[in-house]
């Protein structure tokens, strides 16, 4: 989340490492030079290089989307851009339906995935959706979330 909600997005030493730490005074360790979990590593690179490259999730207004239980949406959006991150923090899959257009996405637009985690990973493929009526219909694994860019052709 902290890679598109508004603000300079944060990243404490150690991290991105998977340093952790317990009540004072086991509140920081010492970073892990030559086992650092790798993946994490991968997956912060990811994120910020995501950030880096879509100047609305920099400079774009915010405005909430959709709210249900453990489940938020919300959109990023200039005048010329848009995207749509959706969490759903559910033990179960979850289904939405996003008013898309609220962030000035057409209504035949279609949209595509840049970053979704789930459970155990995540991944950058890229998967198109297609709004109807300006409205995005979509399916969540439990304890993902999802990264939608406005197409561009």
């Given at each position: ?22 009540t004072d005074p086991d509140n920081r360790r010492t970073y892990p030079w030559g086992h650092e979990d790798q993946d994490l ?65 057409g209504f035949d637009d279609d949209v595509e995935q840049l970053l979704v985690t789930f459970d155990g990973g995540y991944s ?30």
């Amino acid at each position: 989340m902290q890679m598109t909600w508004p603000g300079a997005p944060t990243v404490y030493y150690g991290d991105e490492a998977g340093v952790c730490g317990f009540t004072d005074p086991d509140n920081r360790r010492t970073y892990p030079w030559g086992h650092e979990d790798q993946d994490l590593i991968d997956f912060h690179k990811a994120v910020i290089k995501m950030h880096k490259e879509n100047e609305v999730f920099k400079a774009g207004s915010y405005k909430s989307l959709y709210s249900a239980y453990n489940v938020i949406a919300y959109g990023r959006f200039t005048s010329d851009d848009a995207a749509i991150i959706i969490v759903n923090n559910n033990d179960d899959e979850v289904r939405a339906r996003i008013p898309a257009w609220e962030v000035g996405l057409g209504f035949d637009d279609d949209v595509e995935q840049l970053l979704v985690t789930f459970d155990g990973g995540y991944s950058t493929d890229r998967l198109g959706y297609h709004l109807q009526s300006g409205w995005l219909d979509i399916g969540l694994r439990k304890t993902s979330a999802v990264v939608l860019h406005k197409m561009k052709w």
